[in-house]
């Protein structure tokens, strides 16, 4: 044998081929009938645009979908889907070229691309592929809470685990074996090239198996793995492993919109409609995107490990929120195929928690409430929209989204929400302020500094900042002092900048993060309308916030209101000061400093460098992370989604547990960004009595303190 190759079908012969074509038709039908039965459950979601900037879209295919860029943030798990899944592909590659060889008579199989990839290529990631698996089996039945949750899910959920890991396991094992016999049998002179299976090979012949019975172990075991392998491919849809299907496409689908930036309603025309079409109140009410988030899940819970809300015993799991309403969809489809149930009490089935409900194409039948009966308030209301959820999914699931939608429902349709945040939309409506103060004392923070007014002191042409002071800044007395320290930098920079004082309203975050999009509407269109009289965005002057809230709102959600602004937040903004020389911190400050990463700064705006370069710029400085979360894995306070404005009544509280987390780095101060942060952080001190000895600075505060010696002794300790 001169070229390279091998005899596709040894030992086997084509007399009975027809029942392999057989079968794979079977398999392929199978196949083709359950992906119809799961689009026909997505397909009928509400339109979503998903289909623009192509470009952006295939990068992320290829470096999620394809290159696992996300999976890969964990490590052991990571490695193992990842040895399994391209151990899978490059099998699945080299039996098309069998089919592409000897079916179709295209004769690729041989030289050095069967040398180099046909044999010890597949061979390799053969190889790796049973790594893989063996990770995978001893994650699944051996790991423990640190990689993988487990769930109160019904049994067949071990069972679904154990068929595809254990099926994969054998169908790999079976092909070393087909392959060693065929090279020990027919002597092969190119069975150098497959390294693991010549040593199959070797096993089999040195344990005095005859050439007869190896023949016959190889003919039995070749119809085996055949067999195997196309029903195990044929269960891929009725499985977990359904996600090889779904989720490449949900990362192509991804939202591309900026991450702070929610879904704008036209609030009257959706009253116009009876009922009202605002939020996610029922599974119809869901777009496609929705629905195909709920079947591209890989059931990894990696969302469920990177919620606080989760991590502190809340009733909100993301993992089983995602689940739920899977179970939702394919139960409202029509009769599911047999599973074990339960009664709910009133006579009717429902799914097992965390049950996998198999898709019927029956008609639809009637709707039942998606938010109260099977997603409980509790669940929405714990959610503190840190998008850690989100930045842990290795398929860009959105959680985050879906939980305001239906917050939107139950405020704005059911008019049912938390007591607190009656008194919070009251005030906000009342007054711009969560707290009804005064509009009067929005500008009292500056007494004595001689901050200018914009519009009133100075014009737009006249300042080269607008700092928006924001309600914490404005009201709070602790953040006051950091919008004072704030001050003093920018005068330090010698920057003209200016504030809208009683012009100034909320921003309306906290209303629209718990759902009240009609109230957010009408503070954000108040300052929309006040910037743009005042110019601010025709003549492009930064507005410079030193809340991530404000932050996010103003620059990636008022565009939607028609307000375009360039915005930065004090963070970026400072660290470009102290990077080019205006602002020189010269003061030592000879203590260890922990950084706290805020939500709406670091995971919504990928802030995460600057802050930590204005605090490096420090003189005698220790910066420390904690290790426990940092930068984009960081644990939320436990403020945002308006959950500062009202109690924590389920679990351990966020910012205790946090504050426990940044304890154990032994830092002597901690650092933040975030007014919100501030509050929380300072209470989880309280908390647990380490207020007066752990001293808790915005980084503003910080430089201040090393820009200007102080005589006092108060230097940054927060009491400026």
Not at 127 to 153: E, N, Q, S, T
Not at 408 to 437: C, I, K, S, T, Y
Not at 679 to 700: F, H, Q, T
């Amino acid at each position: 044998m001169d070229t390279p190759t091998r005899e596709v079908y040894w030992n086997i012969g084509h007399q009975y081929l027809w029942v392999m074509y057989l079968l794979l038709a079977i398999t392929v039908g199978t196949m083709a009938y359950a992906v119809y039965r799961y689009i026909r459950i997505f397909a009928p979601g509400k339109p979503a645009d998903r289909f623009g900037d192509v470009g952006a879209r295939l990068g992320a295919f290829f470096a999620h979908g394809v290159g696992q860029g996300r999976t890969l943030q964990r490590r052991y798990s990571g490695l193992s889907h990842a040895a399994f899944s391209f151990g899978f592909l490059i099998l699945f590659a080299a039996t098309t070229v069998v089919f592409i060889h000897e079916d179709l008579n295209l004769r690729i199989m041989q030289g050095g691309f069967y040398l180099w990839f046909q044999s010890l290529t597949v061979d390799i990631f053969g190889l790796l592929a049973i790594v893989g698996v063996l990770m995978a089996i001893a994650k699944r039945f051996a790991g423990g809470r640190g990689d993988r949750l487990y769930h109160p899910l019904d049994p067949r959920t071990l069972l679904d685990d154990g068929l595809i890991l254990g099926g994969f396991l054998v169908i790999l094992l079976t092909g070393y074996v087909l392959e060693g016999i065929r090279i020990v049998a027919t002597n092969d002179p190119w069975g150098d090239w497959s390294p693991v299976g010549k040593a199959f090979g070797s096993v089999l012949q040195a344990s005095g198996l005859g050439v007869t019975t190896l023949l016959g172990i190889h003919a039995f075991s070749w119809w085996f793995h055949l067999v195997l392998a196309l029903a195990w491919i044929a269960y891929i849809p009725y499985s977990k492993l359904r996600h090889v299907v779904f989720s490449p496409a949900n990362i192509y689908f991804r939202r591309l919109e900026p991450r702070g930036q929610l879904d704008y309603v036209d609030v009257e025309k959706a009253f116009e409609q009876d009922p009202p079409a605002v939020g996610v109140g029922k599974i119809e009410d869901l777009t496609w995107k929705d629905r195909l988030d709920t079947q591209a899940c890989t059931e990894c819970a990696r969302c469920e490990l990177a919620c606080p809300a989760s991590r502190t015993d809340k009733a909100l799991s993301p993992f089983m929120l995602i689940l739920d309403l899977r179970n939702q969809l394919l139960t409202q489809a029509g009769p599911p195929m047999a599973r074990a149930r339960r009664d709910r009490g009133d006579g009717a089935d429902a799914p097992l928690d965390g049950e996998r409900v198999e898709p019927n194409t029956d008609p639809v039948r009637e709707s039942v409430s998606l938010v109260g009966d099977v997603i409980t308030d509790a669940v929405l209301w714990d959610c503190t929209t840190c998008y850690a959820c989100m930045e842990a999914c290795p398929v860009f699931i959105e959680h985050v989204p879906k939980i305001v939608e239906m917050r939107r429902h139950l405020v704005m349709v059911e008019n049912r929400f938390e007591p607190e945040l009656q008194r919070l939309f009251d005030n906000l409506e009342a007054a711009g302020n969560p707290w009804r103060f005064p509009r009067t004392d929005r500008a009292k923070w500056a007494d004595g500094l001689e901050v200018p007014i914009l519009g009133q002191d100075v014009t737009v042409d006249e300042v080269d900042v607008l700092y928006w002071v924001g309600c914490f800044a404005s009201y709070d007395e602790r953040n006051q002092k950091i919008a004072r320290a704030l001050a003093g930098v920018l005068r330090s920079a010698g920057l003209r900048f200016a504030i809208l004082g009683t012009q100034e309203t909320c921003t309306g975050d906290p209303a629209r993060r718990a759902g009240h999009e009609y109230l957010w509407q009408m503070l954000a269109g108040e300052n929309v309308a006040t910037l743009n009289e005042l110019g601010v965005g025709d003549r492009k002057k930064t507005i410079l916030a030193s809340c991530p809230h404000c932050f996010n709102t103003l620059k990636d959600e008022y565009p939607q209101l028609g307000g375009h602004y360039v915005v930065r937040h004090h963070a970026d903004y400072l660290a470009e000061l102290v990077r080019e020389g205006t602002l020189q911190p010269t003061v030592a400050l000879d203590a260890s400093v922990a950084y706290h990463d805020p939500c709406y700064l670091g995971r919504y705006q990928d802030i995460y460098d600057q802050p930590r370069e204005v605090l490096g710029a420090i003189p005698g400085l220790e910066l420390k992370e904690v290790s426990a979360g940092c930068r984009n894995k960081a644990m939320c306070c436990g403020a945002g989604g308006a959950k500062i404005f009202f109690e924590e009544r389920r679990g351990t509280r966020i910012n205790h547990l946090r504050m426990e987390q940044i304890q154990a780095e032994h830092p002597e101060r901690v650092a933040t960004a975030c007014p919100y942060c501030m509050v929380m952080l300072e209470d989880g001190a309280r908390a647990k009595g380490v207020y007066d000895e752990l001293p808790i600075l915005d980084i503003s505060e910080y430089l201040q303190g090393s820009l200007v010696a102080r005589t006092n002794g108060a230097a940054m300790d927060g009491t400026q």
